[in-house]
């Protein structure tokens, strides 16, 4: 299931994308996301992953990023992120202070670790970690990729997480 959380301040936590803080539930999941798909920024070189939210999730996500905005006043901050994970659960978050386990779960996605995760394994979860420059309404978010390599995975773990 794709997750998407907030980060909170956490005095244990030191690992991780954002050292001091780890991932808060958002209540905003798969369930909420219509589709994905990728599309070209600007310069038709990079990929990005365009989201449609349902009717809930569009109204969540709006005010997701308007909290995001108004956490902090500089777009460098932990706040003004809104992580996507797959497969995240309650139990990654309750074990965040162990440094060694946050930076195996924050390290990109893999699919044929999830497939095969055991009581015992640790498997990389985080899809993206964008910063929310500025409010989002109107049901749908483009989240800027590295490469279109990148954009097509990122929609296929989406889309397969959704559906």
Known sequence: MVVFTKWV??????????P???PAFTGLT????????????????LGVV?????????????????DSVTACPSADC????????????????DSWD????????????????LAHVTAATVCPKLLSNPITLQEIDGGSAQIAA??????????????????
Request: aromatic content about 6%.
């Open 50 to 66: 365009n989201v449609t939210f349902t009717p809930r999730g569009a109204e969540l996500f709006k005010q997701l990023t308007r």
């Open 146 to 163: 590295v490469s279109k390599q990148d954009a097509n995975a990122l929609v296929d773990a989406i889309n397969s997480a959704s559906h």
């Open 30 to 45: 798969s369930h909420d996301i219509q589709r994905a798909s990728v599309g070209a920024d600007s310069t038709g070189t």
């Open 98 to 113: 162990d440094p060694a386990f946050a930076a195996k779960v924050s390290q990109p996605f893999d699919l044929s670790c």
């Open 9 to 18: 301040p956490d005095r244990n936590a030191g690992n991780g994308p954002e």
């Open 20 to 22: 001091g803080y780890k």
């Open 78 to 93: 932990a706040q003004r992120h809104l992580a996507i994970w797959l497969d995240l659960t309650q139990k990654d978050v």
